[in-house]
């Protein structure tokens, strides 16, 4: 992610005029005149109604889902229908519409205050009287006909509406993936866990505070299910983009964890509505009580606060519950591989991190399913927390000297020595630790093998691993395989119940941890016994369902790859640009900063034609010749007030990173792999990820049938992220959305503006304000034409889209 923005007043973040960016709705005096018609209307015949047979308020979320279960929405349109009575006598008649009504408008109302004045709330109460009109309540299906027919689109529940389609954004900002095409068509609901279109946006208050979770859980669970993810300010974009996957995949039933009120509030406005709770919980809180760490630190805090809430929404709530870090990309709904063979059977389901034991997995991704409360699985959460809370804490008689507690009996035992001293942080500390914990669970007996608080040295390796169990085969997972369909995990027994003085069972039934198989959640490094490496070049055709880009870092980085797949949405950009801009915060995007910029407002610029796509016969003449084109592109886009899009890289290159280069013979994808060059670490590195797109070889008309398309992943190389410039992606993801036109794209007749073979600056400056379109494409004959007529405030505005060692040669226009 790229870092702050430049503090030049025309360079500031885009707003509307004479004011900050807020994401908010306003109606024209005509549409608002009618919603206040509306409004009145049905306040009328809220206090007109007193007939004893209406259901009786009951203002809990709780209560609301008992009611939407026992008066679908679905059915009030039926009622209203009946044209030979009066209205006042046909809700009279009909108590179920009339209660209906009142909800919406009761909810109207409290969804308006939540989101702090970004909504109107007649506005609101519209969108929810048509959604009774038209879309289907969980259960309640209605046909593709009927939607396709209707006069006035169907919102989605909770999503963006008729009125306010982008929530008032500026046009070139992207929304159209923050709800998906399908279910804001009225199509409904397919499958027992696709909840989009069946749950309404929530805001909730502290987990902590009394019922809150409850209230929270039951907003937002759907089935028996819950999925929780978290983050901070600076990792909005990361969680808006699971979201926005999960909302794709037909997922809605999600609730999003952050660290305080205000942004919570911030992500409920429209038109994206990220359904959140905050959480004021922290280590040497009950019922993980302790000391407390000895210094805070929000990382631990964000970590840990997952595991928290998973042991609580098992333990209080009986739901089953997945927890899903925010580099996980979801392509297809779930569940299925949850409820059949061979994962139906198990409780605890966790990834690997390599060979299949108990003490070696990943816990990005988590699911808890007939998880008893107080069971061995709530068990496994609830030490790991006692565990880390007992580290944090630092205690010196505990970690520090040659007479630590912690070490006395190891170090009696001739196991291990000193010296000896607190260690507060490594990295991936909450997935060594829980290795270890469910390790320990899986051997019935305590085991350190991964995450030790302190520094020693080994005495005697024998000794050590009898006295921490490093290496205890009991951790040994089995084998199951599905006949049917071919696919195997690993499992284990829980074998570890927790205190009964602490409410566990002593002896309880036995719960499982499984592996999840390698077709339902995968790593890019793919280290994990069974897992399709994304690395491998194959996910763009035969994608996990899901994707976490775990080893994505070190290897062209987890956004660039992800980018470079096409599954990163750039609405989480404008999600998390609007954070910044609402919480005063710091976030990162994917986007350059300089696309919220007023000096980039009229949308994209990008290479058309010979100029697209970066054909080189060695690595570095491919780096050469990338970064020319980039920093011609970029000094074109800062005259046209656009953001230019990178070009792309050919897919069969002669320096791409081959099976035999990598020793995996006939694995890579057309025996080629997605890595920035090999070995490990990369320097000077670069490669390809293979996607799949609808404007390929330059051109500017979509494909009918998708292919194959490539764009660079770079290792350590100087002068790739110096430079204000877009993935190549973002052409995709602004044209091959269901909302593009035909006329959300132009081409720039270059000859025109051309010169004595050079580029006349005064013509294209001239010539910016007739094309309005989202993407300007150019297509410039090779070699690249000069730029020529440019001012010094020219260059200057050029000098602010770029940093370190590229100013120079941007400037100088190579």
């Given amino acids: 992610f790229t870092a702050a923005m430049s503090s030049s007043a025309d360079y500031m973040p885009l707003g509307r005029p004479g004011g900050p960016y807020r994401p908010e709705s306003r109606l024209p005096p005509a549409r608002l005149l009618g919603l206040l018609g509306l409004g009145v209307v049905v306040a009328w015949f809220v206090l007109r109604s007193s007939s004893p047979t209406v259901v009786p308020s009951e203002p809990d979320a709780e209560a609301r889902m008992r009611a939407a279960q026992a008066y679908p929405a679905g059915r009030v349109v039926h009622a209203l229908e009946d044209r030979g009575k009066g209205d006042d006598a046909v809700l009279r008649d009909n108590p179920k519409a009339l209660y209906a009504l009142r909800q919406a408008l009761r909810e109207a109302v409290s969804e308006a205050k939540a989101v702090g004045g970004g909504a109107d709330p007649l506005e609101l109460l519209a969108r929810k009287l048509l959604l009774r009109a038209g879309v289907?309540?969980?259960?309640?299906?209605?046909?593709?006909?009927?939607?396709?027919?209707?006069?006035?689109?169907?919102?989605?529940?909770?999503?963006?509406?008729?009125?306010?389609?982008?929530?008032?954004?500026?046009?070139?900002?992207?929304?159209?993936?923050?709800?998906?095409?399908?279910?804001?068509?009225?199509?409904?609901?397919?499958?027992?866990?696709?909840?989009?279109?069946?749950?309404?946006?929530?805001?909730?208050?502290?987990?902590?505070?009394?019922?809150?979770?409850?209230?929270?859980?039951?907003?937002?669970?759907?089935?028996?299910?819950?999925?929780?993810?978290?983050?901070?300010?600076?990792?909005?974009?990361?969680?808006?983009?699971?979201?926005?996957?999960?909302?794709?995949?037909?997922?809605?039933?999600?609730?999003?964890?952050?660290?305080?009120?205000?942004?919570?509030?911030?992500?409920?406005?429209?038109?994206?509505?990220?359904?959140?709770?905050?959480?004021?919980?922290?280590?040497?809180?009950?019922?993980?009580?302790?000391?407390?760490?000895?210094?805070?630190?929000?990382?631990?805090?964000?970590?840990?606060?997952?595991?928290?809430?998973?042991?609580?929404?098992?333990?209080?709530?009986?739901?089953?519950?997945?927890?899903?870090?925010?580099?996980?990309?979801?392509?297809?709904?779930f569940y299925p591989a949850f409820k059949s063979p061979p994962l139906a059977g198990h409780n605890l389901i966790y990834t690997l991190d390599h060979a299949p034991t108990c003490g070696d997995l990943n816990v990005g991704f988590a699911y808890c399913q007939n998880c008893r409360p107080k069971g061995r699985a709530q068990w496994v959460l609830e030490e790991g927390l006692r565990r880390e809370g007992y580290y944090c804490g630092g205690n010196a008689s505990e970690f520090n000297g040659d007479k630590a507690r912690f070490w006395a009996a190891s170090d009696a035992a001739g196991a291990s020595t000193g010296p000896h001293r607190w260690v507060e942080w490594t990295t991936a500390r909450d997935q060594k630790l829980y290795s270890d914990v469910v390790g320990g669970s899986c051997c019935g007996k305590p085991q350190h093998r991964l995450l030790f608080p302190g520094t020693f040295k080994v005495a005697d390796q024998y000794a050590f691993m009898r006295q921490w169990g490093a290496h205890a085969n009991c951790m040994s997972m089995s084998a199951a395989k599905d006949g049917a369909s071919s696919l195997q995990t690993w499992w284990h027994d829980l074998l570890t119940t927790g205190d009964p003085a602490a409410g566990y069972t002593a002896g309880g039934p036995v719960e499982t941890v499984a592996v999840a198989t390698g077709a339902l959640a995968s790593g890019w490094h793919g280290t994990g016994h069974g897992e399709l490496a994304g690395w491998s070049g194959h996910w763009h055709r035969t994608p996990p369902a899901v994707a976490h880009f775990v080893g994505g870092g070190p290897a062209g980085g987890k956004v660039e790859i992800m980018q470079g797949l096409g599954w990163w949405r750039y609405e989480a950009d404008v999600v998390a640009h609007a954070i910044a801009e609402g919480t005063n915060r710091s976030a990162g995007y994917a986007l350059p900063p300089s696309f919220f910029w007023p000096a980039t407002r009229r949308g994209i610029l990008a290479l058309a034609g010979p100029a697209a796509t970066v054909a080189a016969q060695t690595s570095t003449a491919f780096l050469s010749a990338f970064a020319a084109r980039r920093r011609w592109l970029l000094r074109l886009a800062v005259l046209l007030q656009r953001t230019a899009a990178d070009p792309r890289a050919e897919c069969d290159a002669p320096w791409v990173v081959t099976d035999a280069q990598t020793g995996h013979r006939g694995q890579g994808y057309l025996g080629r792999w997605a890595t920035p060059g090999w070995p490990w670490p990369f320097h000077g590195g670069v490669g390809v990820v293979?996607?799949?797109?609808?404007?390929?070889?330059?051109?500017?008309?979509?494909?009918?049938?998708?292919?194959?398309?490539?764009?660079?992943?770079?290792?350590?190389?100087?002068?790739?992220?110096?430079?204000?410039?877009?993935?190549?992606?973002?052409?995709?993801?602004?044209?091959?959305?269901?909302?593009?036109?035909?006329?959300?794209?132009?081409?720039?007749?270059?000859?025109?503006?051309?010169?004595?073979?050079?580029?006349?600056?005064?013509?294209?400056?001239?010539?910016?304000?007739?094309y309005p379109q989202r993407v300007l494409w150019v297509r410039p004959p090779l070699p690249l034409p000069p730029l020529r007529g440019l001012t010094p405030q020219d260059t200057d505005a050029m000098g602010r889209f770029a940093n370190g060692e590229c100013v120079a040669p941007l400037l100088a226009g190579q």
């Fill in 136 to 333: 289907a309540a969980a259960g309640v299906p209605v046909s593709a006909s009927a939607a396709d027919n209707a006069s006035v689109p169907t919102p989605v529940l909770g999503g963006p509406g008729t009125a306010a389609p982008n929530g008032g954004l500026l046009a070139k900002f992207p929304t159209a993936g923050m709800w998906p095409a399908r279910f804001t068509r009225g199509l409904g609901i397919r499958s027992p866990y696709e909840s989009v279109g069946a749950l309404e946006p929530y805001r909730g208050g502290d987990l902590e505070a009394p019922g809150e979770l409850r209230r929270a859980a039951a907003a937002r669970s759907y089935n028996g299910e819950l999925i929780l993810t978290y983050g901070n300010e600076a990792g909005t974009a990361w969680f808006a983009n699971l979201a926005f996957s999960l909302r794709a995949a037909g997922i809605e039933h999600f609730l999003v964890i952050v660290m305080d009120d205000r942004h919570c509030a911030e992500l409920m406005k429209p038109p994206w509505r990220i359904s959140c709770a905050w959480s004021s919980w922290d280590f040497g809180r009950a019922p993980h009580s302790g000391t407390g760490c000895k210094n805070k630190f929000e990382l631990r805090r964000l970590w840990y606060s997952r595991h928290h809430y998973m042991a609580r929404v098992i333990g209080e709530l009986g739901l089953n519950v997945a927890v899903l870090d925010g580099d996980i990309s979801v392509q297809r709904d």
């Fill in 690 to 770: 293979p996607a799949q797109c609808s404007y390929v070889d330059g051109s500017t008309q979509p494909a009918e049938v998708k292919a194959d398309c490539c764009s660079p992943i770079f290792g350590k190389v100087e002068g790739v992220r110096c430079l204000e410039t877009a993935h190549a992606a973002i052409v995709e993801s602004f044209l091959s959305t269901p909302a593009a036109r035909p006329t959300d794209a132009a081409e720039l007749p270059l000859s025109e503006l051309m010169v004595d073979g050079a580029i006349d600056a005064r013509a294209v400056k001239r010539v910016r304000r007739q």
